[in-house]
Nanobody, 113 residues
Framework: QVQLVESGGGLVQTGGSLRLSCAAS????????FEWYRQAPGKQREKVAR???????EYADSVKGRFTISRDNAKNTVYLQMNSLKPEDTAVYYC???????WGQGTQVTVSS
């Protein structure tokens, strides 16, 4: 069973930064594709970023140029660096391993105006 544990959320002012971490169990971390999603109150869950085993990345238009997804295969961890945060970035952020559709428990990000 794969476990994903997110951390790093919190309360930040508009324009601030946060770095989310997603620690994954399992021995095949380096081979897997991971994604970050978010869900704001009353809205559907949306994909924010994606990183494949080779390191290529994709981003939602709403975060392009502000967010950066990365991975450290030695630490079995995926990161989401979030800069220039806006109130509309407020949401619960989830990490997902695509193979097997595993999800973490989520971490709350709140951006105050």
């Amino acid at each position: 069973q794969v476990q994903l544990v997110e951390s790093g959320g919190g309360l930040v002012q508009t324009g601030g930064s946060l770095r989310l971490s997603c620690a994954a169990s399992g021995s095949t971390f380096s081979l897997r594709t991971f994604e970050w999603y978010r869900q704001a109150p009353g809205k559907q869950r949306e994909k924010v970023a994606r990183i494949v085993s080779g390191g290529s990345t994709e981003y939602a238009d709403s975060v392009k140029g502000r967010f950066t997804i990365s991975r450290d295969n030695a630490k079995n961890t995926v990161y989401l660096q979030m800069n220039s945060l806006k109130p509309e970035d407020t949401a619960v952020y989830y990490c997902r391993r695509v193979l097997g559709d595993y999800w973490g428990q989520g971490t709350q990000v709140t951006v105050s105006s």
